[in-house]
């Protein structure tokens, strides 16, 4: 019995210490292979060491988005492939299992124990490496790039082209990018690595820096000038501000005087002060108009319209522009020869009077909306009185006249003369208005009116009225 028992006991102690040995031996396995139950990033890693894991996950993994960002903000993508970059995960892999692999593995047999890594670092291949760098976008750009400063010309006006400032010094960046991924780092921006320098100055390259300073010099004197042409407002930007300036021979860029400022032309600020007038100039020219009887008609400015004073304007420019005299008051409202009711490209505006004679209409429009319509008789074409088309204006008003003529003399309330001796008034002796009278039985080249019609149109019509008289 005491054998039996003797032996029970020795193999009990026996079994706790193999027992024992077996899970201390476990337990020094997993120090330097993963515990049962492991998952890293969606890979079974019991039983395997850091480097069969590592191998796994860079074989299995997504490739992580590696982006280099260059002086400009913009950001290029890495494709690992053709870098010949690899991710490793070694160190991360030794760091987790120092953590987690303990004489408590045992835990890990009744629950699942999962992590997420990203690789520590990023191996690259030399050779394949460099030459991916030398084909992204802003490498090829930076060797293709040249060197020195130079003032050219463009549709904004002047510009400085300026080839040493901030070049991206190519070994700095390839050593800097480098550096970076073997940190791990998966976003790398060239200019915290300090890869951009200044290159030093040419004589060259001086002067043309000070033929840029006196340009903006220039063109900052020029930036508070705006021309009030009525509905327009010409702001002088860089561009009208560059083309005030004499220009040399051959390379077209503006010349310095002896103390180091930009000189204007004369004849360049004519030419702008001419090309103005031509574009806002209406005097004696043509233009289609809207009639209300649906038509478009051409009609020619005869008495109306718009000319500005080049000779004033050119003079006024050039004293300011050359610092002569001060700008005055902003916006500058130009000079005019002969200035509409309405300044602007549209000198005619939405208030006018339209004389439609071949339906003997006339229409009074205040801002654009119709205030008047009213049947008239104009000039008696039967007897080659007709009234002259053209657009006028009313050019004076008078109560209670008698108009004279070579047979006959008519007492009017009203006159509002609008080209020489022919304009628009009352007709007392006429009962009927409109249709074809104005064939057989017209005026002598005036607008009849009806008096009660006319008596409106004499308070609202100023002097300085456009009016438009068509067939």
Known sequence: MKKLFRFLAFFLLGGILLGL?????????????????????????????????????????????????DADGVSWEIDQDEAGIRPDFTSELNSYLR?????????????????????????????????YFEKLPFVAEEREKEY????????????????????????????????????????????????????????????????????????????????????EQIAFTPEIAGGFLECGPGDGLPVLDERGNVTVGEEKVREWVEALAMQYD??????????????????????????????????????????MSPPGEMPHVPAYVQQGYVRGLDDIGGTYIEIDMTEQ??????????????????????????????IN???????????RGADYASFVKYW???????????????????????KTNGSHGCINTPSDVMSQLYEMAEVGTPVIMFY
């Open 393 to 403: 204006f009313v050019y004076a008003k008078e109560r209670n006249r008698t108009l």
């Open 99 to 131: 953590r987690n692999a303990s004489a408590g593995w045992l835990e890990n047999l009744h629950k699942t124990v999962t992590a997420e890594l990203t690789a520590g670092w990023y191996a690259v291949e030399e050779e394949k490496f460099r030459d």
């Open 416 to 438: 509002m003369p609008v080209k020489g001796n022919v304009g628009i008034h009352d007709a007392s002796w006429r009962a009927r208005f409109g249709g074809q009278i104005y």
């Open 282 to 323: 209406t005097c004696g020219t043509e233009r289609v108009f809207d009639a209300t009887r649906g038509e478009k008609v051409t009609v020619k400015y005869v008495t109306y319209g718009t000319k500005l004073d080049v000779e004033a304007e050119t003079a006024y420019l050039l004293e300011t522009l050359r610092g």
């Open 148 to 231: 020195g400063v130079s003032v050219c010309r463009s549709e904004e006006g002047f510009i400085l082209q300026d080839g040493n400032l901030a070049r991206l010094d190519l070994e700095k960046a390839y050593a800097y990018l480098k550096e970076c991924l073997e940190k791990g780092q998966t976003n790398v921006n060239l200019s915290q690595g300090g890869c951009y320098d200044d290159l030093p100055d040419r004589e060259a390259d001086k002067k043309q820096r000070e033929l840029w300073a006196g340009i903006c010099a220039f063109q900052e004197q020029c930036s508070g000038m705006v021309f009030d042409m009525g509905a």
């Open 361 to 390: 209409k006339m229409y009074y429009y205040e801002d654009g909306e119709l205030i008047l319509d009213t049947d008239v008789v104009t000039g008696n074409t039967g007897r080659r009185m007709g009234t002259p088309q053209g």
């Open 21 to 69: 040995a077996g899970y201390f031996a476990l337990a020094l396995y997993y120090r330097g292979n993963f515990p049962v139950n492991t998952w890293i990033n969606g890979i079974y890693c019991t039983g395997k060491s850091v480097e069969q894991v590592n191998g796994e996950l860079v074989n299995s993994q997504e490739p992580a988005k590696l982006s280099v960002v």
